[in-house]
């Protein structure tokens, strides 16, 4: 059977260096700290749990989970991004639909899904000349209702279930939860971060309490988070598939600049219960 040997989060925005001072090279620094964290692990997969910026996904698109099935991902360059392919495993992808399936869990497949910065940063981040085939998960965070926190949990258990019952022995795979943290987006609080928010999550991930945030509601997190808040289901996710471990805040900066609260985190394999 395979294993989880890691479970990171982290912001999936980054901005020309530069525009925020130290704090947004700090950001630099945690962001190629986790992507050293990742290599050092030799993983075999990389899953990158990301939501969609309106590339594949519309407004009213009935679809909560997806993920992309192919064997390489061509990036659509969103932000001045390449848009070299990169690898991908299209049978881990429909294995893990059929999984989650069994399991009464709808998890579409994505056909023709075109990453773009909330998976091709991490990506970045951990090095493409690494070469680890990437399997993108893709939540639809603009949907009303969002994806709740207690569907992300979930759905990283069966991320677990999957890798340990289904896949080849000795698999290795390091989950990334991407996105967050608070950010308000096209609305007139855009600029605003709540630090109180933001480290509220960090510690109840990195102290191993990640089913404490599973009441929190969507109107709840888009008051407190904004609507860019709404992307830790992403981090729940990942917490989903190591439930009880704990870990550490890698890094952590409000940075209104880029309108965003970023952060990172890493969870240690075999601590807490994963049953």
Avoid at 94 to 121: C, K, N, Q, T
Wanted: proline share 5%.
């Amino acid at each position: 059977m395979g294993s989880i040997v890691g479970a990171f989060g982290t912001a999936h925005l980054v901005m020309k260096r530069g525009t925020a001072g130290e704090a947004g090279e700090r950001v630099f620094d945690g962001m190629k700290e986790i992507g050293r964290r990742v290599r050092a692990l030799s993983p075999d997969r990389l899953v990158i749990i990301s939501s969609d910026h309106f590339y594949n996904y519309r407004i009213g698109t009935p679809i909560a989970y997806g993920v992309a099935a192919a064997d390489s991902h061509r990036p659509f360059g969103d932000m001045h991004l390449p848009t070299d392919p990169f690898a991908g495993d299209a049978l881990f992808a429909r294995g893990l639909a059929a999984h989650s399936g069994a399991a009464s869990f709808d998890l579409a497949v994505l056909e023709d899904y075109r990453p773009d910065h909330g998976v091709v940063i991490p990506m970045l981040m951990v090095g493409r000349a690494a070469g680890v085939p990437v399997i993108p998960v893709i939540t639809n965070t603009a949907n009303e209702p969002a994806p709740s926190l207690a569907d992300g949990w979930r759905l990283g258990g069966l991320i677990r279930e999957y890798v340990e019952q289904r896949r080849r022995a000795e698999e290795r795979v390091v989950v990334i939860g991407t996105g967050g943290l608070s950010h308000w987006l096209a609305v007139p609080e855009m600029g605003r971060v709540n630090s109180e928010f933001d480290l509220a999550v960090i510690d109840a991930l990195t102290q191993g309490r990640g089913e404490s945030l599973l009441g929190w509601t969507g109107e709840q997190i888009l008051a407190e988070g904004g609507n860019g808040g709404l992307e830790i289901v992403n981090w729940l996710m990942m917490a989903g598939t190591m439930p009880g471990a704990t870990g550490e805040r890698v890094y952590y900066e409000p940075i209104p600049e880029w309108v965003t609260g970023m952060g990172g985190i890493e969870l240690f394999a075999n601590t807490g219960n994963t049953k």
